[in-house]
C-alpha cells in the first residue's frame, strides 16, 4: 500500500478508554506525595493513592494492575530517562550505559524519599521482582547486546563470558552508588572503569596496537 493510500484509508477508532497523561501523572504525584509524608510502602494502599491523588480506584487499576506494578513506573519517572547509545563503538556505549548508572546514584544521594523507597523495595519480594523484571533486566539485556556487539566486531575476545564480564563493567558503579554512598562519583568515572575493564578484555592484537 502506498503512502497515498495510507493518508485516505480511514482509521479505525481506538479500542478502550484513552490514557490521560494528566490523570497518570497525578496518581504518580499522588504516590511520591504519600512517601515524601512518611508513609511507609507497606501501607500505601490503592484505596489511599486515589484518595490522594484525587480518582477513582478503578481509574488506578485501569492503568495498574496492582500497587507493585504502579511502584516501578513511580521509580522509573523519579529516574533519569534510559539513555540513548551513540552506537560508534562498544566502548563508547558502555561508558553511556555506566554514565547513567552514575547519573541514578548521585540523583539517589540527593534524594532521601528515593533512598528510603530502594530500601523498604528491598524488604518486599513482590515490588522488587517487579522493579527487576521492568527495569533492571532490561538494562543489562540492553548491556548484553552491546557486549554481544562488541565481541561479534572483535572488540572483546571471544573467549569472553558475556555475563561476567557485564558484571566487571558494571559491579564497580554499583559499589559506588550502593554500597558505598561515601564513594566519589566523579564526571569521569564511567570512563576509567570502562577503559580498566577492557585493558584485561581486549584481544591481544587491540591491547598491543
Known sequence: MSLADSRTRPVAPARGRPRSEAVEHAILEGVMKLLEEGVPLAEVSIERVARTAGVGKATIYRRWSGKEELFVDVLR??????????????RDDLVVLLESLRQRGLRSRTSAIL???????????????????????????????????????????????????????????????????DGELPEDLAERIVDTVLAGLRPVSSTAS
Open 77 to 90: 519517572a523519579a529516574e533519569p530517562p534510559d539513555p540513548e547509545l551513540p552506537g560508534t563503538s562498544m
Open 115 to 181: 533512598h528510603n523507597v530502594y530500601v523498604q523495595m528491598k524488604s518486599s519480594p513482590k515490588i522488587w521482582a517487579a522493579y527487576h523484571a521492568g527495569v533492571v533486566a532490561p538494562r543489562r539485556a540492553l548491556a548484553l547486546q552491546v557486549l554481544r556487539r562488541g565481541q561479534e566486531n572483535g572488540e572483546l575476545r571471544p573467549d569472553i563470558d558475556l555475563e561476567l564480564a557485564n558484571d566487571l563493567f558494571s559491579g564497580p558503579m554499583l559499589v559506588r552508588t550502593i554500597m558505598r554512598p
